[in-house]
């Protein structure tokens, strides 16, 4: 799999996610739910944040998957969770983002984000 994803990727389940993670060193997942508004307003944040640092962007909807809204302790959403080396290592649920937002975050939460930006 390619090591750049330029857009987000869209996950359909858990399946998928694990898939995702496994395949690059470093990601951020955004955990959506249909119809809001915020979650919409992140996706071309997400995509930008995805080309300016190089860092692969999934979005998952949880939907009715019990267990990975428990897995994530998803609350509110839209919430983004960064994934190193497979396993997570920081998330956030803190309603809409601006993109400098998302980036500090991942430099913050993933060593390799400052080494490619």
């Known amino acids: 799999m390619d ?7 869209d996950l359909d389940d858990s399946d998928a996610l694990e898939s995702f993670v496994a395949s ?3 990601c951020l ?9 915020l979650c ?11 080309r300016s640092t190089g860092v692969p962007v999934g979005m998952l909807n949880p939907r009715d998957d019990l267990e ?4 994530f302790d998803v609350r509110s959403v839209p919430k983004l969770v960064v994934f190193h080396e497979g396993e997570q290592v920081a998330s956030r649920a803190d309603g809409f ?8 975050f991942l430099e913050t939460h993933a ?7």
């Open 97 to 104: 983002l601006g993109g400098d937002e998302v980036t500090a």
């Open 111 to 117: 060593p390799a984000v400052n080494e490619s930006a």
């Open 68 to 71: 990975l809204v428990e897995r």
């Open 24 to 26: 690059h060193e470093t």
């Open 29 to 37: 997942v955004e955990l959506y739910t249909k119809g809001c508004s």
């Open 3 to 9: 090591d750049h994803t330029p857009t987000p990727a």
């Open 40 to 50: 919409q307003a992140m996706e071309p944040v997400l995509g930008n944040v995805a």
